[in-house]
């Protein structure tokens, strides 16, 4: 493939990592979550926690995968950096953020899945006061331009 020009935006999206088969690699995520809930089903007749295992495990691999696929967003997110002039400290924060929010949901959801839906509650709270945490640096940043505009 050629070099990607601004008339060019599929181009250029490819060459980040959404290509054409990214549909393809979706229905698979699908096909292994669905497969791990239907095994998970039939082996909790037999033993319940054979079900969460099943679908911990179902889990831990979408993950990796999802974890896998960071560095194209890392890679445009760099590109958009070089384009604006943006500070790293903003594009940190927002890649803390998205994170933090995919970990509490996956440690959550696990929990809930597991009949501890109180403790999944306590992560969710805890990855949002994590995101209000990180995000700070950024609102005060915020609150210092709009006093500067004010004067």
């Keep these: 493939m050629g070099e990607a020009t601004a008339g060019q935006p599929w181009a250029q999206a490819e060459r980040y990592g959404a290509k054409g088969g990214m549909a393809v690699t979706v229905v698979s995520i699908a096909v292994i979550g669905l497969t791990a809930v239907v095994l998970a089903v039939q082996l909790k007749a037999v033993k319940g926690e054979y079900g969460i295992y099943m679908v911990l495990g179902a889990g831990l691999v979408i993950f990796f995968y999802a974890l896998s ?41 696990i929990c809930k899945d597991a009949g501890y839906g109180s403790l999944g509650g306590q992560i969710e709270m805890f990855g949002k006061l994590s995101m209000l945490a990180v995000s700070m640096p950024i609102l005060l940043t915020l609150m210092e331009t709009i006093r500067v505009f004010m004067r």
């Design 69 to 109: 696929k960071i560095e194209a967003v890392l890679t445009v997110l760099r590109r958009v950096q070089s384009f604006i002039q943006i500070d790293g400290m903003y594009l940190e924060a927002l890649m803390k953020m998205i994170g933090i929010t995919y970990i509490a949901e996956f440690a959550s959801g």
